[in-house]
T-cell receptor
Framework: GNSVTQMEGPVTLSEEAFLTINCTYTATGYPSLFWYVQYPGEGLQLLLKATKADDKGSNKGFEATYRKETTSFHLEKGSVQVSDSAVYFCALITGTSYDKVIFGPGTSLSVIP | GAGVSQTPSNKVTEKGKYVELRCDPISGHTALYWYRQSLGQGPEFLIYFQGTGAADDSGLPNDRFFAVRPEGSVSTLKIQRTERGDSAVYLC??????????????FGPGTRLTVT
């Protein structure tokens, strides 16, 4: 079946450190891939997405590249800030339909000054 | 503009009771989704509405769970004979749907359900 695996957290980094959160997926066909973020006390927000192989999604300094050969979509940011502290979810949908987003378990990130 | 809203934000109920959770989608969004997020896990899909009808209810765990959207806007998730295992955050999302294709889902803040 379709599934998403993420690196386990919690991840604690100092401000301005480099961030990588690993994500791999299993899916039939050609999925679209997403990173969602959940800030404390807020709802899930779409952070970035990529809809086909080799696409790079980017937003707010975060980037992720859709790697079909390794079935991966790792999230990176060159210099994290305290305000980036949140839970990050890798997710996918299969086909062109946006129903039934399949989420990974989430990775909690804490950035300390 | 207003986002997706959910009420109540917290609900504590006793095992065996009936609960209703409400979702107000973004105005004009024809697609509506319910997810359940257990502690330490990602959200899991429950049901998807196109307008008033349930287009996909394959994620509902059993027949104690039911959802309606009678006028194609507000939706209510209903849980009968609640069990402690139903404790979770229930998330609602909505999206535009044009020409049969859906777009980005916008999530509400969730309802935290605790069954004692």
């Amino acid at each position: 079946g379709n599934s998403v695996t993420q690196m386990e957290g919690p991840v604690t980094l100092s401000e301005e450190a480099f961030l990588t959160i690993n994500c791999t997926y299993t899916a039939t066909g050609y999925p679209s891939l997403f990173w969602y973020v959940q800030y404390p006390g807020e709802g899930l927000q779409l952070l970035l997405k990529a809809t086909k192989a080799d696409d790079k999604g980017s937003n707010k300094g975060f980037e992720a590249t859709y790697r079909k050969e390794t079935t991966s979509f790792h999230l990176e940011k060159g210099s994290v800030q305290v305000s980036d502290s949140a839970v990050y979810f890798c997710a996918l949908i299969t086909g062109t339909s946006y129903d039934k987003v399949i989420f990974g378990p989430g990775t909690s990130l804490s950035v300390i000054p | 503009g207003a986002g997706v809203s959910q009420t109540p934000s917290n609900k504590v109920t006793e095992k065996g009771k009936y609960v209703e959770l409400r979702c107000d989608p973004i105005s004009g969004h024809t697609a509506l989704y319910w997810y359940r997020q257990s502690l330490g896990q990602g959200p899991e899909f429950l049901i998807y509405f196109q307008g008033t009808g349930a287009a996909d209810d394959s994620g509902l765990p059993n027949d104690r769970f039911f959802a309606v959207r009678p006028e194609g806007s507000v939706s209510t998730l209903k849980i009968q004979r609640t069990e402690r295992g139903d404790s979770a955050v229930y998330l609602c999302a909505s999206s535009l749907e044009l020409a049969g294709e859906s777009y980005e889902q916008y999530f509400g803040p969730g309802t935290r359900l605790t069954v004692t």
